[in-house]
């Protein structure tokens, strides 16, 4: 029950700190040809060096105050990196489940949700975090079409804040 963090615990390490993010994502339903934007900060800290904790605050895209909450952290009986995400604009806790690819540059963080139909069915989503350098990071959100493929609808780009 008790550890020591490990490598992966380790690679999360890198994004504690204070950034600042610019986003656009798909426009509502059936005008996904509309991008909106969208601004803010996000704090992560550790915890014991085994969990990232993020606090965002921010705007909606297309207008209206936002806060979230993410942690992320490695189980080693599970053998994947897991976590959470809430926000103040859902009633939905997203629980992740992911892998880093191997060249340990980009985390994928797998969740179930409502889909953006609307008709009360659940679909596949992916958020991804890519480290580009120590000052940035992508995070981009993606949802499982009917044939497998995904399909990304939101991306932000994080920046250090020195």
């Not at 996904?32 to 605050?57: A, N």
């Not at 009360?120 to 000052?135: K, P, R």
Request: with cysteine; net charge negative.
């Amino acid at each position: 029950m008790f550890g020591e963090p490990q490598q992966e615990h380790g690679w999360l390490q890198q994004l504690v700190g204070d950034w600042t993010y610019t986003a656009e994502c798909d426009g509502p339903p059936g005008q996904s040809d509309q991008k909106m934007k969208s601004s803010g900060t996000q704090t992560y800290s550790s915890l014991g060096g085994f969990w990232i904790v993020g606090e965002g605050e921010g705007e909606m895209p297309g207008g209206g105050p936002a806060s979230t909450r993410l942690t992320i952290g490695y189980d080693p009986a599970k053998g994947h990196y897991v976590g959470s995400w809430v926000g103040s604009m859902m009633p939905m806790m997203w629980i992740y489940e992911g892998e880093l690819d191997a060249a340990g540059k980009v985390l994928t963080l797998k969740s179930v949700g409502p889909s953006f139909s609307g008709d009360g069915t659940m679909a596949t989503y992916h958020d991804v975090v890519e480290v580009v350098d120590a000052d940035t990071h992508i995070f981009r959100s993606r949802v499982q079409n009917a044939d497998g493929s995904m399909t990304e609808f939101m991306t932000a780009e994080y920046r250090r804040v020195k």
